[in-house]
């Protein structure tokens, strides 16, 4: 893992490209709803569940990441988040995710929206996991084992 001098945030790759600043989840939440608010740390209560990661704030999101980020929470609006899981194959046929992003055909980035708790449902948990094991950087291990 690389830290960047200026921000001290973690990278896995020396150097990467980020944008540097002392932004903090308060600062993201400002001005939100209670609801919004609620949801936020529902969602962080629920990849806890799944395990242990770290906050990354910048300006307009707050990514988690344990050796590289694999999920964001990109919006809090007045009524939902905004989240994406980065995975490594497109889930095209799920209700979960409303639009999906090829990067290079390396990693599929896949936008949900959430309401409210119902909202986690088996689904989301399962890509949330998987999500998860992109961040561990298991796909690059199970890859060198083959």
């Known amino acids: 893992m690389w830290t960047c001098p200026r921000c001290g945030h973690r990278f896995y ?10 932004y903090t989840i308060d600062d993201f939440l400002k001005g939100k709803t209670e609801q919004t608010i609620s949801l936020f740390h529902d969602f962080l209560a629920e990849y806890r569940k799944i395990g242990p990661f770290e906050l990354h704030p910048v300006k307009t999101r707050v990514a988690l990441l344990t050796k590289m980020r694999f999920c964001s929470i990109n919006k809090a609006a007045a ?5 994406h899981l980065v995975l490594t194959a497109p889930y095209e046929h799920t209700l979960c995710f ?3 992003d090829n990067l290079a055909n ?4 896949h936008h949900a929206r959430i309401y409210d708790h119902e909202d986690f449902t088996a689904e989301l948990r399962y890509f949330m996991a998987m999500a998860y094991k992109v961040g561990n950087r ?8 083959t």
């Open 79 to 83: 009524d939902h988040i905004d989240i």
């Open 138 to 145: 298991e796909h690059v291990d199970l890859k060198k084992n």
């Open 13 to 22: 790759n020396k150097n990467q490209s980020h944008s540097c600043g002392a």
């Open 98 to 100: 409303y639009k999906i």
């Open 106 to 109: 390396r990693f599929f980035v």
